[in-house]
C-alpha cells in the first residue's frame, strides 16, 4: 500500500478562498483523523471518522472549517472563507480499529494563507 | 480524559550521547503507548509501541518500557546520532478514549556532530 496520500503539500491562497485538502486512507482502514500542527498549539485533533461516519468535530475551530468522507478511500477538509490564522500544517491519519493500533500519517498539506 | 505530557525540547546532545526524552500520561481504559517520529518536512511515523504494562517496545536503538506504576513511557537510546534529529511525539490510545489516539506536545531532539 502507498499509506496515507495527501494533496496537495503546499497551498498558498489569499484571505477569503475556499480551500480544499484531500486525503486517501489506506485501504482497510476503519477511522480517519484530521489534525493541524502549529507551533503555538502543537498537533489537534480536528475531527475524526469511523467508517466514513464523523464521530466528533468538536475539534473543527469555527464554521468556516467542514470535513466529509463520501467513502472509505476519500475524505476532504474545507475552508470557507480561509484566514491568515488558518496557517498550518494540516494531516490525515487513518487506522484501524481498536487501541492497539498504530495511526498511519499522510505527508500534510503546509498551508499559508496570505 | 486522555493526555500525554512530554519533556518540553528541544534536547541538544552531541553524536553517540545518551537520550532519555520523558514522557508521562493519564488515561482511562487500557492505554496502548506509542513514540512517533517527525523529520522535517514530513509526517509522523510510528517509531515503537507497546500494548500492555511492563512491555518494552524498541525500534532502531530506540526503546521504551510501560511503566502503568508511574504512569510513564520514557524515550532511550544509548548513543545518538545526527540522523535521529528530529521532532519526537508520545502517544496513547486507550478503550475509555474512543480509539483517539492523544498526542503530546512533541519533543524536538537536535544532535550536533
Known amino acids: 500500500d502507498a499509506g496515507v496520500i495527501q494533496s496537495p503539500r503546499h497551498e498558498v491562497t489569499e484571505m477569503g478562498q475556499e480551500v480544499t485538502l484531500r486525503c486517501k486512507p489506506i485501504?482497510?482502514?476503519?477511522?480517519l483523523f484530521w489534525y493541524r500542527q502549529t507551533m503555538m498549539r502543537g498537533l489537534e485533533l480536528l475531527i475524526y471518522?469511523?467508517?466514513?461516519?464523523?464521530?466528533?468535530d468538536s475539534g473543527m475551530p469555527e464554521d468556516r472549517f467542514s470535513a466529509k468522507m463520501p467513502n472509505a478511500s476519500f475524505s476532504t477538509l474545507k475552508i470557507q472563507p480561509s484566514e491568515p490564522r488558518d496557517s498550518a500544517v494540516y494531516f490525515c491519519?487513518?487506522?484501524?480499529?481498536?487501541?492497539?493500533?498504530?495511526?498511519?500519517f499522510g505527508q500534510g498539506t503546509r498551508l499559508t494563507v496570505v | 480524559g486522555n493526555s500525554v505530557t512530554q519533556m518540553e525540547g528541544p534536547v541538544t546532545l552531541s553524536e553517540e550521547a545518551f537520550l532519555t526524552i520523558n514522557c508521562t500520561y493519564t488515561?482511562?481504559?487500557?492505554?496502548?503507548l506509542f513514540w512517533y517520529v517527525q523529520y522535517p518536512g514530513e509526517g509522523l511515523q510510528l517509531l515503537l509501541k507497546?500494548?500492555?504494562?511492563?512491555d518494552k517496545g524498541s525500534n532502531k536503538g530506540f526503546e521504551a518500557t510501560y511503566r502503568k506504576e508511574t504512569t510513564s513511557f520514557h524515550l532511550e537510546k544509548g548513543s545518538v546520532q545526527v540522523s535521529d534529529s528530529a521532532v519526537y511525539f508520545c502517544a496513547l490510545r486507550s478503550t475509555g478514549g474512543s480509539y483517539i489516539p492523544t498526542f503530546g506536545r512533541g519533543t524536538s531532539l537536535i544532535v550536533h556532530p
Open positions: 491519519a487513518s487506522s484501524r480499529q481498536g487501541e492497539r493500533t498504530e495511526a498511519f
Open positions: 471518522f469511523n467508517n466514513n461516519v464523523p464521530i466528533d
Open positions: 488515561a482511562t481504559g487500557y492505554p496502548s
Open positions: 485501504s482497510g482502514h476503519d477511522y
Open positions: 507497546a500494548t500492555k504494562a511492563d
